[in-house]
């Protein structure tokens, strides 16, 4: 701590227990939790849950039926229904006089979402939760091991900065992850209700099983990745740890 800047003798106590317990932390993240965590995760993707070849498996079936058609007694032939036409235009109405059946309530009673990938997201999601917590403890550790800014001998302190941006990224991806299943419940939202509104449309239902489909395929992939990214971070981290923790060496230390 500079001398050139008065500083709390308690409040300085208090950094430099957090300081120590940050690196007790991340030195065993990285050394034990890392790799466990990477084993752990391969396993899972040896479970049956997410290896389902016939996907058709993870359908789920919309409750919706397809009421009978409506007659519609506003529109005749003739002379007659080209009058009808142009006082339609003339008043500014559109030209699609059908705007869906209105709901007002599911036969059913409340939707469901698809049983089956709410359970898969359930197990995924603190994965990715702890990921993102696991990493901002070890970008934490690396950035307060980063020595003042002097000329010279700087190769340490660029492998920290290399790894800082590394876990920087890798946050950012799993926390893309979790934007990624909330646009998946969105989407899949909006499609069943344009069932609900256009029920005799068949594309509407083969669409939700689609995305449900894409949803159980990303989930697997992001689980892989997950893995993954523990592999590269702690590969990473073990390879350049005597760097890291001492980005210049004791000669040139011992000159300032």
């Given at each position: 701590m500079s001398s050139l800047l008065k500083v709390d003798n308690e409040i300085k106590t208090?950094?430099?227990?957090?300081?120590e317990r940050i690196t007790a932390e991340a030195e065993d993240l990285v050394a034990n939790f890392f790799p466990k965590k990477l084993l752990e995760l391969d396993q899972f993707l040896k479970d049956p849950t997410i290896n389902i070849r016939e996907l058709k498996e993870i359908h789920s079936e919309i409750n919706l039926t397809v009421p009978d058609p409506i007659l519609l007694s506003d529109i005749h032939d003739g002379l007659e229904g080209q009058n009808a036409k142009k006082r339609k235009l003339e008043d500014g109405a559109g030209d699609d006089k059908v705007g869906g059946t209105k709901v007002f309530v599911m036969p059913g009673g409340m939707?469901?979402?698809?049983?089956?990938?709410v359970e898969l997201i359930e197990k995924v999601k603190p994965?990715?939760?702890?990921?993102?917590?696991?990493c901002n403890t070890v970008k934490m550790w690396v950035q307060l091991l980063i020595p003042r800014i002097e000329d010279g001998n700087n190769f340490g302190v660029s492998i920290q900065e290399e790894t800082v941006a590394e876990l920087?990224?890798?946050?950012?991806?799993?926390?893309s992850y979790l934007d990624q299943i909330s646009r998946y419940y969105i989407t899949r939202a909006k499609l069943v209700s344009k069932i609900a509104k256009y029920p005799h449309v068949e594309d509407y239902r083969r669409t939700v099983t689609e995305i449900d489909e894409k949803e159980y395929i990303s989930l697997k992939i992001i689980v892989s990745e997950l893995r993954n990214q523990y592999v590269t971070l702690?590969?990473?981290?073990l390879k350049n740890?005597?760097?890291?923790?001492?980005?210049?060496?004791s000669n040139t230390d011992a000159l300032y």
């Open positions: 208090k950094v430099d227990a957090f300081r939707m469901k979402s698809n049983g089956k990938l994965e990715i939760r702890t990921l993102i917590e696991k920087r990224t890798v946050e950012g991806e799993a926390a702690h590969d990473m981290i740890i005597e760097k890291i923790k001492r980005p210049r060496s």
